[in-house]
């Protein structure tokens, strides 16, 4: 469990470059490691990472080619936020893809990044505009399920 003189906030900055978004799985990992969260969900707070990371690294067309991401510790969950100051995008207007379309041949293989940060975490929260992106992520530590 964690504990007061445990700290409370990491923060990691990331260059936009390839195959970055791992380094900022290994600090996810050390981090829930610490929280003392289930290796499942430490899997998934990894996965829905990368999606954002990636997404970041795709999209965001920021100049300054940063991510901003920090760990905020708590008792019962991780608050993770990811951030650009990169072109930003209008959150309604993400299409959302379809299994059904998918599995018809009809649907792209790619797009599924938002669907899957929403599955895999308990709560996903976007903030875009011209300033760039902040995606809030949380995840609450099952103690049942805590290794």
Request: hydrophobic letters at 40%; charged letters at 30%; proline letters at 5%.
């Amino acid at each position: 469990m964690y504990h007061a003189e445990e700290p409370r906030e990491v923060s990691l900055t990331i260059p936009i470059v390839p195959n970055m978004e791992m380094a900022a799985t290994h600090t996810a990992e050390a981090v829930l490691r610490l929280m003392r969260f289930s290796s499942d969900q430490i899997d998934e707070v990894k996965h829905a990472l990368i999606e954002a990371c990636i997404n970041a690294f795709e999209h965001s067309e920021s100049r300054e080619g940063n991510v901003y991401i920090k760990f905020f510790i708590d008792r019962e969950q991780l608050t993770l936020t990811i951030q650009d100051f990169g072109a930003g995008f209008e959150t309604d207007c993400v299409p959302r893809p379809s299994l059904v379309r998918k599995l018809a041949g009809s649907e792209p293989k790619r797009g599924w990044g938002l669907v899957m940060m929403e599955s895999l975490m308990d709560d996903v929260h976007i903030d875009s505009g011209p300033q760039g992106t902040r995606i809030v992520m949380i995840k609450k530590r099952l103690e049942e399920t805590a290794e």
